[in-house]
């Protein structure tokens, strides 16, 4: 499975971005999907993930209520709107695919990873 992370760029606080994560090779429709970032000098964060049929999602506390991750299976795609932006939302934005169906917190839980997208949101 290789994953593509796309739809990052520069925003002005308080703007818009929707990420999109395609696979290839293989489909990840049956599996959990999550979006992860990491920021300059610090450790890659867990952000949102999804369950296999979007029935259960997870958010990290810095991100509900302005984030929502969403998937379309037929098109094999997953996707993070993000609104309502920080600059300490400010990182390398990667998709993976989990082991399992669920929606899955631990970066140790995923199996297949997105080389990331750049998310830079100005004061």
């Known amino acids: 499975v290789q994953l593509q992370a796309s739809g990052g760029g520069l925003v002005q606080a308080g703007g818009s971005l929707r990420l999109s994560c395609a696979s290839s090779?293989?489909?990840?429709?049956?599996?959990?999907v999550g979006w992860f970032r990491q920021a300059p000098g610090k450790e890659r964060e867990f952000v949102s993930s999804?369950?296999?049929?979007?029935?259960?999602?997870s958010y990290t506390d810095s991100v509900k209520g302005r984030f929502t991750i969403s998937r379309d299976r037929v098109k094999n795609m997953v996707y993070l709107q993000m609104n309502s932006l920080k600059p300490e939302d400010t990182a390398v934005y990667y998709c993976?695919?989990?082991?399992?169906?669920?929606?899955?917190?631990?970066?140790?839980?995923?199996?297949?990873w997105g080389q990331g997208t750049q998310v830079t949101v100005s004061s």
């Open positions: 993976a695919s989990a082991r399992s169906s669920s929606a899955q917190v631990m970066p140790s839980s995923y199996s297949y």
């Open positions: 090779g293989r489909t990840f429709s049956n599996n959990g």
């Open positions: 999804i369950s296999w049929n979007g029935g259960s999602t």
